[in-house]
């Protein structure tokens, strides 16, 4: 695809969603496109549906009009999925994927195997609100467009720092700063703002964790009880796998919360040496060599066994090579 006129020329209606969870870059990607069809394809009846979106995603524009339920089965001429790198993180849209009469998925995982009519996947790209400007015409990305791209690009690329971050990255974060984006205050509430509550329960993970395989491995957890605790859920969570991979000697971070009993939310983030979204695929899961997450049934410790066995793997098959 070169671009999104493509595949909605004749089409009359147009549903776009996102993964489980929605991050930054889900958000940003299904945003920018539903502001862009709806002010340059006035014709289209667009939708955009989405899990309950985080309140640091105000500043983008008509936020307010996400549907975060289907009240009813609809029959859309064409779903778009944005930032979804497999069909079972659909969640909130499966049904209207489904029934679409034609699928489009745009995604930047390399864990994605292509689950739309057109797969539009560029698995070397830093997000997939890379991966969606690409796609439309530049000369109609508007100051908030250009906002939810911007947003989403900071998030998948930890402000311009992972390795995914292209001269292409930078490139087009100009063109964005050129529609007069307020980047300082995205990036300051958007991304690295936290809540009172938020820094203390990072605090408390951080001064919990473990280093496994000589200090290699470092694993940070976060039980229900504990959360119950301080009244937080998974979306405040957001930050501390980061924190834990900035740990010095760490090859791989790992930070596990409990959804509910016997049953885990796992994110991991790797340095380089180990390719964690490989890990993640292993059990289920999916992500980027650099980060990934999966979900894991059983006890605490065996999660903890299960995972750090198959990044031990991974660095003895290195050491051996
Ligand atoms: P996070 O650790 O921030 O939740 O996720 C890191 C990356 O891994 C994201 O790109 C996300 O899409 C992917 N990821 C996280 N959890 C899962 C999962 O359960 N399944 C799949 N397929 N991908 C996941
Ligand atoms: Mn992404």
Known sequence: MKNIAEVLEGVKTVGIGGHIRPDGDCVGSCMALYLYIRKYFPDIDVNVYLDHPKPIFGHIESIDEIKTEVEEERSFDLFITCDVSARDRLALADNLFEHAKKTVCIDHHVSNSGFADVNHI???????????????????????????????????????????????????????????????????ESFYQKTYIQNQVMGRVLAESILLQNGTCIIGYLRKKDMDFYGVTGSDLDGIVSQLRLTRGVEVAIFIYELETQSFKVSLRSNGRVDVSKVAVFFGGGGHTRAAGCDLQGSMYDVINNITAEIEKQLTEEENA
């Open 122 to 188: 560029r698995g070397e790209v830093s997000s997939c609100c890379e991966v969606l400007y690409g796609i439309l015409d530049p000369d109609k990305v508007d100051l908030a467009v250009a906002t939810a791209v911007y947003t989403g690009m900071i998030h998948d690329t930890g402000v311009f720092q992972y390795s995914s971050t292209s001269p292409e990255t930078m490139r087009i974060a100009g063109e964005l700063m050129k529609t007069g984006i307020p980047f300082s205050r995205i990036i300051d």
